[in-house]
């Protein structure tokens, strides 16, 4: 047996644990009154004692992932630039704003994770004044940095306290340089995860860093073809219990700037069935088309209040549909995918335990129907056996 | 002095557009050549970035006649663009028309500095003696 075998894969989720081995996968629902690890020991500890720790790998998602803010003083290069770095980082975008109007702005009130303030080329100066630095008063972030003109950051980092400075996202010919700030988010992301006390403690039993989930799938997607008849362009959708991640092929988008990936992701951090279901039940109320839908699966709003196995199924296709929303021209987050040239849609996590391929099917056919007025139906692909993370952790 | 420079709309010049850039160059200008296809957005967003104080729009097929209507609509949405020079030049109308009539009518679209059908040194020659003008006052 070669030793990629002999690895022990583990995926920690908000709401539930995946352990694989070569011949196994075992998935259980986390017993939130225990620390992680003593979870894991208590039902997998046979298992984990076969393997050393070179040959444990672990990812997580059960974060749910950081959210950002975006100040820019330009649509088109600034904020188009940081917006495209942070989202091809699997960060959150929570809102972007347009320097010159950030009086007028709402303050969030939620703890924005990381703040990115960005503009100008680096022979400009002067571009940021008072009124920047009275929405930060307002604010509350637990992290900031500046990533624009080079000669304002002395006057930016003298205002702003824990202020990190990283090279200017433009150059000198306005194109985009991604590496500095993708770096620093991606390392923020791998932070949040290791600084998790229930995550620290999972180093007790690996040797290897802690990956953060959808950094992993997406590492899969361009092998996928080794394990599904998928047909590019696809999207891949994981919902889980806290989040839901969308990876799609750049095919899909003519937006995106970002060059190095082939396939970029998505993480909608408030849009999970379990933990984040209050969340996601406040975001389909205000989708006029969910009362419709819900309707076409021949239940009633009360379904919102049930605890029963049926509404959880109705929650995930509820989820499908309000992500499909969110990137499309209906409800645009911040890219608008090109669905009508898409072949195949994949889904992954818990919600291939919870749907069929027809009840995803259904979904995806009202979602065409009523959102895009069209016949288009791509091809459903269940990955029930969470082949494509197996795929990704052993490519680490 | 920094000069953002671009053609303007769907139209694909692409040597005007080098040339343009080149003398530009020759005459000590810092430039920002956004190239063909560009939109009007992307050259004041461009001037914002790079704190440019000229914007030099160029066209040959005569899509600057659609585009130009919107610059004074659009222009007024920037904060901090009141003493960008506006520069148009090339050819101005779809078919033929007089400069007679042309050049006023850009001038009310917004620009200072209007060249059609001008030979590219005479129209960068009005531009430095607009410059020198504008800095006596």
């Given at each position: 047996m070669s030793q990629q075998n002999n690895k022990l894969l583990i995926d920690v989720g908000?709401?539930y644990f995946k352990v694989s081995t070569n011949d196994n996968i075992e998935q259980h629902f986390r017993?939130?009154?225990?620390?992680i690890l003593d979870d894991l020991i208590h039902r997998c500890g046979d298992t984990i004692k076969r393997f050393d720790k070179d040959d444990v790998y672990i990812c997580s998602s059960a974060?749910?992932?950081?959210?950002?803010?975006?100040?820019?003083?330009?649509?088109?290069?600034?904020?188009?630039?940081?917006?495209?770095?942070?989202?091809?980082?699997?960060?959150?975008?929570?809102?972007?704003?347009?320097?010159?109007?950030?009086?007028?702005?709402?303050?969030?009130?939620?703890?924005?994770?990381?703040?990115?303030?960005?503009?100008?080329?680096?022979?400009?100066?002067?571009?940021?004044?008072?009124?920047?630095?009275?929405?930060?008063?307002?604010?509350?972030?637990?992290?900031?940095?500046?990533?624009?003109?080079?000669?304002?950051?002395?006057?930016?980092?003298?205002?702003?306290?824990?202020?990190?400075?990283?090279?200017?996202?433009?150059?000198?010919?306005?194109?985009?340089?991604?590496?500095?700030?993708?770096?620093?988010?991606?390392?923020?992301?791998q932070?949040?995860i290791?600084?998790?006390?229930?995550i620290?403690s999972l180093y007790d039993i690996t040797a290897n860093q802690i990956y953060p989930t959808p950094y992993i799938v997406n590492k899969a997607l361009p092998e996928i073809d080794t394990r599904y008849s998928v047909?590019?362009?696809?999207?891949l959708?994981d919902?889980?219990?806290?989040?839901?991640?969308?990876h799609?092929?750049?095919?899909?988008?003519?937006?995106?700037?970002?060059?190095?990936?082939e396939f970029?992701?998505?993480?909608?951090?408030?849009?999970?069935?379990?933990?984040?279901?209050?969340?996601?039940?406040?975001?389909?109320?205000?989708?006029?088309?969910?009362?419709?839908?819900?309707?076409?699966?021949?239940?009633?709003?009360?379904?919102?209040?049930?605890?029963?196995?049926?509404?959880?199924?109705?929650?995930?296709?509820?989820?499908?549909?309000?992500?499909?929303?969110?990137?499309?021209?209906?409800?645009?987050?911040?890219?608008?995918?090109?669905?009508?040239?898409?072949?195949?849609?994949v889904?992954t996590g818990g919600?291939t335990k919870?749907?069929?391929?027809?009840?995803?099917?259904?979904?995806?056919?009202?979602?065409?129907?009523?959102?895009?007025?069209?016949?288009?139906?791509?091809?459903?692909v269940l990955d029930s056996n969470y082949d494509i993370w197996t795929l990704g952790v052993k490519g680490d | 002095?920094?000069?953002?420079?671009?053609?303007?709309?769907?139209?694909?010049?692409?040597?005007?557009?080098?040339?343009?850039?080149?003398?530009?160059?020759?005459?000590?200008?810092?430039?920002?050549?956004?190239?063909?296809?560009?939109?009007?957005?992307?050259?004041?967003?461009?001037?914002?970035?790079?704190?440019?104080?000229?914007?030099?729009?160029?066209?040959?097929?005569?899509?600057?006649?659609?585009?130009?209507?919107?610059?004074?609509?659009?222009?007024?949405?920037?904060?901090?663009?009141?003493?960008?020079?506006?520069?148009?030049?090339?050819?101005?109308?779809?078919?033929?028309?007089?400069?007679?009539?042309?050049?006023?009518?850009?001038?009310?679209?917004?620009?200072?500095?209007?060249?059609?059908?001008?030979?590219?040194?005479?129209?960068?020659?009005?531009?430095?003696?607009?410059?020198?003008?504008?800095?006596?006052?």
């Amino acid at each position: 047996m070669s030793q990629q075998n002999n690895k022990l894969l583990i995926d920690v989720g908000s709401t539930y644990f995946k352990v694989s081995t070569n011949d196994n996968i075992e998935q259980h629902f986390r017993d939130f009154n225990k620390d992680i690890l003593d979870d894991l020991i208590h039902r997998c500890g046979d298992t984990i004692k076969r393997f050393d720790k070179d040959d444990v790998y672990i990812c997580s998602s059960a974060n749910g992932g950081l959210n950002t803010l975006i100040i820019g003083i330009t649509k088109t290069y600034s904020l188009k630039y940081a917006t495209n770095i942070a989202f091809n980082s699997g960060i959150n975008i929570i809102d972007t704003i347009l320097y010159q109007n950030i009086a007028e702005y709402s303050v969030p009130s939620d703890l924005v994770d990381v703040v990115i303030i960005v503009g100008g080329i680096d022979s400009c100066a002067g571009l940021f004044s008072d009124s920047l630095y009275s929405y930060l008063a307002k604010l509350s972030y637990s992290n900031i940095v500046f990533v624009g003109s080079e000669q304002d950051a002395p006057a930016l980092k003298e205002q702003i306290s824990n202020l990190v400075v990283l090279p200017n996202v433009i150059d000198n010919k306005l194109h985009i340089v991604e590496d500095y700030l993708k770096e620093y988010l991606t390392n923020l992301y791998q932070q949040d995860i290791e600084g998790k006390e229930d995550i620290k403690s999972l180093y007790d039993i690996t040797a290897n860093q802690i990956y953060p989930t959808p950094y992993i799938v997406n590492k899969a997607l361009p092998e996928i073809d080794t394990r599904y008849s998928v047909v590019n362009p696809f999207i891949l959708l994981d919902i889980g219990g806290a989040t839901t991640d969308i990876h799609y092929s750049k095919d899909l988008v003519d937006e995106n700037i970002v060059t190095k990936n082939e396939f970029d992701r998505l993480v909608f951090k408030k849009l999970g069935v379990f933990k984040s279901k209050q969340s996601l039940i406040f975001t389909a109320k205000n989708n006029e088309f969910v009362y419709e839908l819900l309707m076409h699966l021949k239940v009633t709003e009360n379904i919102f209040n049930e605890q029963s196995q049926k509404a959880t199924k109705i929650l995930m296709q509820l989820a499908i549909f309000l992500v499909l929303c969110k990137i499309s021209h209906y409800r645009k987050a911040y890219i608008n995918l090109k669905f009508l040239t898409i072949n195949s849609f994949v889904l992954t996590g818990g919600i291939t335990k919870v749907l069929t391929k027809e009840e995803i099917e259904n979904i995806v056919a009202f979602f065409y129907k009523k959102i895009l007025t069209s016949e288009h139906r791509p091809v459903v692909v269940l990955d029930s056996n969470y082949d494509i993370w197996t795929l990704g952790v052993k490519g680490d | 002095m920094k000069v953002v420079t671009g053609v303007v709309g769907n139209d694909i010049h692409v040597v005007a557009n080098r040339l343009i850039d080149l003398s530009l160059r020759a005459r000590g200008f810092e430039v920002f050549n956004l190239g063909v296809n560009t939109y009007l957005e992307e050259f004041f967003d461009a001037a914002v970035e790079t704190g440019a104080e000229i914007l030099l729009i160029s066209s040959l097929n005569g899509e600057a006649e659609g585009w130009g209507r919107e610059v004074k609509l659009l222009k007024a949405k920037y904060k901090d663009l009141d003493n960008l020079i506006m520069m148009i030049g090339g050819n101005l109308v779809v078919g033929h028309g007089n400069a007679e009539d042309i050049v006023p009518k850009y001038k009310n679209y917004g620009f200072d500095l209007v060249c059609h059908q001008v030979d590219l040194n005479t129209g960068l020659d009005s531009l430095e003696e607009f410059i020198q003008k504008r800095n006596r006052k």
